[in-house]
């Protein structure tokens, strides 16, 4: 029988393919599943940091208006990438529907953990399986197990997205992203090869890899130019002049297009001088530290060592062993070589061209760090199938007489592979950041008991849940949301004028700059004429009820220390006068309802205020 079954596999060999891709990405599922933290915080508090807020807010914003809210998930009305947020939503009303109740943060790890343990890595093997399909079964069978380990092997993706900001949109689409670049390239060859050219293929490429782009797009419309940074050569150096002219036609349109759209959105400053962007960036990286970052794949010890060296042999073998595709091999060292610039340029170095280079990426190392196993991964594989493939040959056997053997051409194929198979394991055995990542994780989802003015505490927990039970359905709270008051709606659904700490003043966002204004003002009548008739986005599709419902102030304290970087933080000064306050009481503007004060720390004043809204209805 079983001489049965291995006949069948040699006379079918996708099915060999098929079965060792499968078990490349269950294993890779399986590192990435060990990999997530497993304290009860993970799956019923938030995530304590800068951006957390916008992911959950934008599910709530949906779970409440439905899709209808797709395209306008920031708290302004605008446009904030829809498609992880969206599957999310998905999730908690199928499980509803099902008769489970999930929280918003188990359905957040749910689709993080699917999109990096099964897409991503099924992704990448997909992408890499274009540079090594014309090489025998049994070592296409081998880098089918170990291509999808290796691409979640690295701390720099999908692992980093889930802890810096996190950038779970971001991250979602750099998931996907492989999908689309292997459209791309499929399509690039069919539109270039007249061997494989037909109406049929090019319309089957073009529009898989139309709805590809589009489902990056949404998921987060600035991957496109991580998507530009790995096919832009293989357009250069495989279409003609006609084409690539075609090409950069349209992304001449595209980016004047963003440039208005950046200028229109982040409005008052200086776009025509490249030094004066990012005037706040300091670099988060020494020099030397980003090299071995990218050089390693951000892989520790032995594992990066190893990687180093298949890169530099992978960078060998694609200018030397690659014969026909040495155009492919060409592309991929571009790429890496441009990727290494923009990372680089975005951990550690400064001035005018590393503003440029790194603008698309928000500046910062985050976004950029991603980009590094998308780099790393695609070129060993190439380099790999053209050395195994030369090996094989039996030019390898003229031109070295001790290669003239097929057994010590196949072992030393092999022993390539073994390089790669020993950097998977000794990363996945020992890998220190890796776990470093998931304590800080683990770590950012439970209540600072240390420090009493951090983002979410012990004390702010049970003030938060206190506001909730006592504030009306139809109310809206106003507090400064860098003091921890933001997460109220991320655990509750509280209605609270400023749910993230960065609400933006255009389309709908005027309310946030006039509230501010008005409270700073001193003037009773003009508090309450700007704050009484506030409708947040939130809610303002639900009718007129929330603009004649109650509304609060909710003081709690500082700003956290682990939010200072936000360069704007100044605009909510007015919410912590406490001799503004103590006048808008006074004057009856402001009528107490509770005090927390055995929750604040000694000398601040914790409380709960109304508005006295009912004179101006």
């Known amino acids: 029988m079983n001489a049965g079954i291995i006949e069948r596999l040699r006379r079918h060999p996708r099915y060999v393919v098929g079965i060792c891709s499968l078990l490349g990405v269950s294993i890779a599922f399986a590192v990435v599943l060990m990999w997530l933290p497993k304290s009860s915080n993970m799956w019923t508090l938030p995530i304590h940091q800068l951006d957390a807020p916008s992911h959950y807010y934008s599910i709530r914003k949906l779970l409440r208006n439905g899709l209808s809210a797709t395209f306008e998930l920031y708290p302004n009305d605008a446009f904030y990438p829809p498609l992880f947020h969206v599957c999310v939503w998905a999730l908690l009303k199928l499980s509803q529907l099902c008769g489970l109740q999930l929280s918003i943060f188990a359905g957040v790890n749910i689709i993080w953990l699917l999109a990096s343990g099964i897409l991503f890595p099924a992704g990448m093997l997909l992408w890499c ?46 998931c996907i992203l492989p999908f689309l670049l292997y459209a791309s390239l499929r399509l690039i060859d069919v539109l270039t090869d007249s061997a494989v050219r037909s109406r049929q293929s090019v319309f ?18 600035r991957v496109a130019f991580t998507y530009l940074v790995f096919i832009i050569f293989f357009i250069l150096l495989k279409f003609s002049w006609k084409l690539i002219a075609s090409v950069f036609a349209f992304l001449g349109l595209a980016a004047g297009l963003f440039t208005w759209y950046v200028m229109h959105r982040d409005h008052g400053k200086n776009y025509f001088n490249p030094a004066t962007w990012f005037h706040t960036y300091t670099p988060t990286r020494p020099l030397s530290e980003s090299l071995t970052i990218f050089a390693t794949n951000f892989l520790p010890g032995v594992a990066g ?54 603008a698309a990426w928000y500046r910062v190392e985050t976004r950029p760090l991603s980009m590094i196993p998308l780099a790393v991964l695609p070129l060993v594989t190439f380099g790999t199938s053209r050395c195994i493939a030369y090996i094989e040959s039996d030019t390898a056997g003229k031109k070295l007489q001790w290669l003239a053997s097929k057994t010590r051409r196949k072992g030393l194929a092999l022993a390539w592979l073994c390089v790669l198979l020993v950097a998977v394991i000794t990363a996945n055995l020992a890998n220190p950041t890796r776990d470093e990542l998931r304590q800080q994780v683990e770590t950012s989802t439970a209540p600072d008991s240390e420090n009493p003015t951090e983002q979410l505490t012990p004390g702010k927990l049970r003030v938060l849940q206190a506001v909730y039970e006592q504030v ?17 709606m991320a655990l509750y659904g509280m209605n609270m004028l400023y749910p993230v700490y960065n609400p933006m003043d255009t389309k709908n966002g005027k309310v946030f700059g006039q509230v501010e204004a008005a409270f700073n003002s001193g003037n009773r009548d003009q508090v309450l004429q700007t704050v009484c008739p506030v409708n947040p986005s939130y809610t303002s599709k639900q009718g007129s009820s929330i603009a004649q419902g109650p509304k609060y102030f909710l003081a709690m304290g500082p700003q956290a220390p682990s939010l200072q970087l936000f360069t704007y933080k100044a605009q909510y000064d007015p919410f912590h006068s406490q001799e503004l306050i103590d006048s808008y009481i006074r004057s009856g503007t402001l009528i107490p309802v509770d005090s927390f004060a055995y929750e604040a720390p000694s000398g601040q004043q914790w409380q709960l205020l109304r508005f006295d809204c009912h004179k101006q209805q």
């Not at 290796?150 to 802890?163: E, G, I, M, R, T």
């Not at 709270?477 to 109220?488: A, E, K, L, Q, R």
């Open 129 to 174: 399986s274009y540079f090594f399909h014309n090489i025998r079964l049994p070592y296409r069978a081998v880098l089918c197990v170990l291509i999808p380990v290796v691409s979640v092997s690295s701390v720099a993706h999908p692992y980093w997205y889930l802890s810096a900001g996190p950038i779970l949109a971001y991250g979602f689409a750099t």
């Open 204 to 221: 089957q490429w073009l529009t898989i890899s139309i709805v590809l782009g589009v489902l990056v797009l949404l998921a987060h419309p």
């Open 305 to 358: 060592l190893l990687m180093f060296v298949l890169v530099m042999f992978s960078v060998w073998s694609s200018l030397t062993l690659s014969a026909g595709r040495r155009k492919d091999g060409v592309a991929l060292i571009s790429s890496y070589l441009l990727t290494g610039a923009i990372y680089l340029s975005s951990a550690s170095l400064t001035g005018p061209v590393a503003n440029i280079l790194t």
């Open 472 to 488: 009306e359905p139809d109310s809206v709270v106003i507090s400064d949301p860098m003091n921890g008051s933001m997460y109220g």
